[in-house]
């Protein structure tokens, strides 16, 4: 299988002082392709994950490989390319004059002919559903019209490797799903990977894979359908059911019957519309 990201026993602490590590060896690899998921409580340690995957911090233990290169200080910038991160506050990333300088910051940095650079910034900003923002000053958007912004920066750029840091936490459920169709729509057009910090568990579920984090430390790694089968597994790890296993579950409790396996809000609602015509 073609990796295009591994990190194997990574230890970090913000203050070399502390006797606390706020990551203790952790290690995992994606699949080029792949769409991997991390949750788990607050403080478990996601952002600093990915924080350092992206060559922000220069001390840690252990390694990442991006592409099959180990990071190093001498190529952090070089890497750094191959990924494409879009963080929690979009605030911190905003930098052009008007929305549409913006989304071609990064192209600027890497030297993307002008031409190119003009139709990619539109298409990224028509497939986030904010071309009619073009000119306007980013610092007067919505939280959430910033976090689209952000996304169609990163979209623009096509990076080998997308990472979403809670991307979406400032939009409403249905401009986050518009947001994720997005991604997954790039994602499946130009191979990229998708690494996504989440704590939406719905959306968690459309992924390939699922890492649960706690305490600095990856506890647990499975299909989405495998974790969410049950909740014993989920209560112990100190999370939440997604809505659709919490809805089988009453639903269960009503004296319906349906399928063990976790299902999707679609496949639930196809269930759903089968079984109760009959
Ligand atoms: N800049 C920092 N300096 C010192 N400690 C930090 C810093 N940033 C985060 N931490 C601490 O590191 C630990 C892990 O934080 P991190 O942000 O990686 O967790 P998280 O799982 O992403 O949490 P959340 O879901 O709240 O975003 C926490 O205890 C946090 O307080």
Redesign the pocket.
């Known amino acids: 299988m073609n990796k295009i990201l591994e990190v194997e026993n990574l230890v970090f602490k913000?203050?070399k002082e502390s006797e606390?590590n706020?990551?203790n060896g952790v290690s995992f690899s994606v699949t080029r392709g792949e769409w991997v998921s991390?949750i788990?409580?607050?403080?478990?340690?996601?952002?600093?994950?990915?924080?350092l995957i992206d060559g922000l911090f220069e001390e840690f233990k252990g390694t990442v490989k991006i592409d099959g290169e180990v990071l190093t200080a001498d190529n952090v910038w070089q890497l750094r390319q191959k990924i494409g991160m879009v963080f929690?506050n979009p605030d911190n990333q905003f930098v052009g004059a008007t929305v549409e300088d913006d989304v071609a910051f990064g192209m600027e940095n890497q030297g993307i002919p002008r031409e190119e650079m003009i139709q990619r910034v539109d298409e990224a900003l028509a497939a986030v559903n904010m071309l009619d923002f073009k000119t306007r000053e980013p610092a007067r958007l919505s939280g959430g019209q910033k976090q689209r912004v952000a996304v169609a920066g990163i979209i623009a750029l096509r990076p080998e490797i997308i990472i979403l840091?809670?991307s979406t936490s400032m939009l409403d459920p249905t401009g986050r799903a518009e947001i994720m169709r997005v991604i997954h729509e790039i994602k499946d057009r130009y191979h990229l990977t998708v690494l996504s910090?989440t704590?939406d568990l719905d959306e968690a579920a459309g992924s390939d894979r699922i890492l649960v984090?706690r305490a600095?430390e990856i506890i647990k790694e499975a299909a989405p359908s495998d974790l969410f089968a049950t909740r014993e597994n989920m209560v112990e790890m100190g999370l939440d059911m997604p809505f659709t296993s919490n809805l089988m579950n009453d639903l269960r409790a009503s004296g319906f019957v349906l399928p063990e396996r976790y299902l999707t809000e679609d496949e639930l609602v196809d269930f759903l519309a089968k079984n109760l015509n009959k």
């Open positions: 913000y203050e606390v706020q990551l991390i788990g409580q607050n403080g478990s340690g996601k952002s600093t994950t990915a924080r929690q840091d809670e910090i704590h984090m600095g």
